[in-house]
């Protein structure tokens, strides 16, 4: 399985970094040994003083998607699931690509998947810290949709079934602290509740 991941594939959010919205997906890689199911404790590295919390859609490929359409993309859209893009922000910031940053062990919770419905621009992501909204955003707000998302990334490796595609967090970022508990939902659909540590 593939984790493949798109940054700043919301206005609001590249805003709220200081960032440029790009003119193409901009795409990298978590490792599969970030993956943690709800319950499991996210744990904050010694490494980083500012790890923050990215509630974001995650689809699931169906099937083998190489140089697709944007029509066969959408069409080899399995599951929806919810998911945290755990990332560290002072080392994503310091370093000229985002691997440390973004794959850490722990650093993507991943909620049950379930079957994508019709319209993919309908989904809402919430992320809740300690129970409180943080984040609220719909597939419609992101600048590059879902299909065009798959469709770019198999133009420069192949999704085979199986592979997770996270599509981006919206506004609202913030950091964890240990005792924290931290839940992204994609309403209605999949949820994944996760609690905070310090390496032990």
Not at 49 to 67: A, D, H, M, Y
Not at 82 to 99: E, F, G, H, K, P
Request: net charge negative; glycine share 8%.
């Amino acid at each position: 399985m593939k984790i493949v991941c798109v940054g700043r594939n919301y206005r609001e959010h590249a805003k709220e970094l200081g960032n440029e919205v790009p003119k193409e997906p901009l795409i990298f890689l978590k490792p599969q040994s970030s993956v943690i199911k709800n319950g499991d404790a996210i744990v904050l590295p010694p490494q980083s003083k500012q790890v923050e919390f990215e509630g974001e859609i995650g689809v699931i490929v169906g099937r083998t998607l190489r140089r697709a359409t944007n029509t066969e993309a959408r069409g080899a859209v399995k599951s929806v699931v919810a998911v945290n893009d755990v990332t560290a922000r002072d080392l994503q910031r310091s370093d000229s690509q985002w691997t440390r940053a973004k794959g850490f062990d722990t650093f993507c919770p991943v909620g049950e998947p379930v079957p994508a419905p019709a319209d993919l621009s309908d989904l809402t992501v919430v992320t809740r810290v300690n129970g409180q909204e943080r984040q609220r955003a719909t597939g419609a707000d992101m600048v590059f949709p879902i299909p065009d998302v798959l469709a770019y990334v198999s133009h420069i490796m192949t999704l085979d079934p199986g592979d997770l595609v996270l599509t981006g967090t919206p506004a609202g970022v913030g950091k964890l602290s240990p005792g924290d508990e931290v839940e992204v939902e994609v309403v209605g659909l999949s949820r994944v509740r996760n609690p905070v540590t310090d390496l032990q």
